[in-house]
């Protein structure tokens, strides 16, 4: 896999902190008016969040490995996690009733129309790449945040989970991890494969359903809400995929691009009922008292995931980018 390990501009005063400081200037002051000052789903929070957690996947170029554990910056990404998690609360029904939870999502609403409704139906070839760019922020790390959550599992729940990992990580062929097929289907489109290449053009809506899943999965006291992030994703994907593949037929998008919705149309449907049943049966089973934070992965999940499809419509619909600037 090829980087781009650029560090991104700034888009205000708490991303510059972060990545002035990368770049080797003196320690980042923690700043905690400017954080609490910060919108919580904002453009400024949600990439110094990013550049943050980024540290512990990839990095950047010319920046020092060692800045992972620096205790000023684990200082200040408390007290920007320190916004986000309690606005996801704030925003989220709550409750205790997982089954319920992905009940709502297991059965789609005939009435709802989101992005890979319109892809498939009138979505342009320009919407379709741009939905690629923005998907390519996780999608070319896919699964490595759920990885995190293993050594926090025991028995079952654990035995299960590494299983749906195994699948996401290609079953033990490189060739085959999903990261990969998502490569394969950005060159098909003719986009950049580069990990981290579309990291300037996704806004704070791509960027947050990034990194909840870096919140959850590198707070073992959030292990309930990774593995009901992890169920939630699963469930919603086939029909989804489904769509996705369709509409890339229907914009004479070769089998190169297909690919990864195509695999993930039945995976998903195995992996869902793994999660459901195993995972999170086994976990809750073990330690009841965790069940708010799995519904509260389900309901965040599918908060972040509505706000970005209402953002890529809203922009799409008006006939302007939903990119921070168009693709090339
Ligand atoms: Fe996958
Ligand atoms: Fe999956």
């Known amino acids: 896999m090829t980087v781009d390990a650029t560090l991104p501009e700034p888009r205000g005063p708490l991303s510059e902190t972060v990545t002035v400081a990368l770049a080797g200037d003196p320690p980042p002051a923690a700043s905690p008016e400017v954080v609490r000052a910060a919108e919580p789903f904002g453009e400024d929070l949600h990439l110094a969040l990013y550049v ?84 390519s922020i996780y999608h070319l790390k896919e699964a490595d945040p759920h990885a995190w959550v293993i050594p926090r599992l025991r028995g079952e729940s ?70 009901g992030h992890f169920a939630a994703a699963e469930i919603t994907t086939p029909p989804n995929a489904d769509r996705m593949a369709r509409a890339l037929t229907r914009l004479r998008a070769g089998p190169e691009c297909t690919r990864f919705f195509t695999e993930h149309i039945e995976a998903d449907a195995v992996h869902e009922q793994i999660m459901r049943r195993d995972v999170i049966g086994d976990l809750l089973a073990r330690e009841p008292e965790l069940a708010a934070d799995v519904v509260l992965g389900i309901q965040a999940t599918a908060y972040l995931e509505d706000r970005l499809g209402a953002h890529l419509l809203e922009c799409w619909r008006s006939g302007r980018t939903s990119l921070r600037r168009p693709l090339p």
């Open 52 to 135: 943050c957690y980024e540290l512990h996947y990839h990095g950047f170029d010319r920046v020092d490995p060692r800045w992972e554990w620096d205790p000023e910056l684990l200082r200040l990404r408390r007290r920007l996690e320190d916004r986000f998690l309690p606005a996801l609360r704030a925003v989220c029904p709550g409750g205790t009733d997982t089954e319920t939870a992905l009940g709502g999502l297991l059965v789609e609403d005939p009435d709802a129309y989101g992005v890979s409704h319109h892809l498939l139906d009138t979505g342009r070839w320009w919407e379709m790449r741009e939905y690629l760019a923005h998907r």
């Open 158 to 227: 654990k035995a299960a989970l590494v299983a749906v990992e195994f699948d996401e990580f290609g079953g033990g062929r490189g060739e085959r991890m999903h990261a990969k097929l998502f490569a394969d289907l950005l060159d098909g489109a003719g986009l950049d494969s580069r990990y981290g290449r579309y990291l300037e053009h996704a806004p704070a809506q791509t960027l947050a359903t990034v990194n909840l899943m870096s919140l959850f999965g590198l707070h073992r006291a959030l292990r309930g809400a990774l593995v």
